[in-house]
């Protein structure tokens, strides 16, 4: 990347972005903002697993991602650790869906340390990852999550997943009863 950009440019560290699957969030500082599109492109040519890159769109009132580099998957299903899970970008900023597939052995160490009937507290749930899975070992999960376009993304990602037995709740309080 450095032989594309000023010599005095300090290039983003593509490890430590967001990923959810194929997709990359690429939050590039200020001072490389006019070659975001450029390092997407190389992200997308040189890291075999990434096919779209995303970052923060330019305008208010869009889409909530901006396509930089790559197809426009803003609507992708991505199986992850024996789920299945539904993404829409185009509603959903990258950010507030809390899902990394970096994160996934943290959270198989926190869903392996629940018991079968064991209540758990999935708080700012995002899309569900860690409510899905525990629920799916038997746990009773009480998943919230504030965003009400994300909070459709957890509904749907329960549904997909069928864990059985969801009692809603009011929905402008954005609770769900996971896996009971």
Known sequence: MKAVLPEDANPP???????IGPLLHLDVPKPL?????LIAEVICDKERE??????????????????LAGPQNYHIELSHQGSS???HLDTAKFGDVYFDTKL?????????????????????SGVGALGVAAAKRGSIVFANEQK????????????????????????SLYLVLVGM
């Open 13 to 19: 560290d593509i490890s430590v972005l967001s990923r």
């Open 50 to 67: 990434v096919q779209t890159v995303f970052g923060e769109p330019e305008e208010e009132g869009g889409f909530a991602n901006e396509v």
């Open 148 to 171: 009400e376009n994300v909070y459709g993304l957890l509904i749907e990602n329960r549904r997909n997943n069928k864990v059985n037995r969801l009692t809603f709740a009011n929905p």
């Open 104 to 124: 996934a052995a943290e959270r198989n160490r926190l869903v392996d340390s629940f018991g079968p009937g064991q209540a758990v507290a999935d708080v700012f």
């Open 33 to 37: 903002l006019e070659y975001k599109k």
């Open 85 to 87: 899970f539904t993404f």
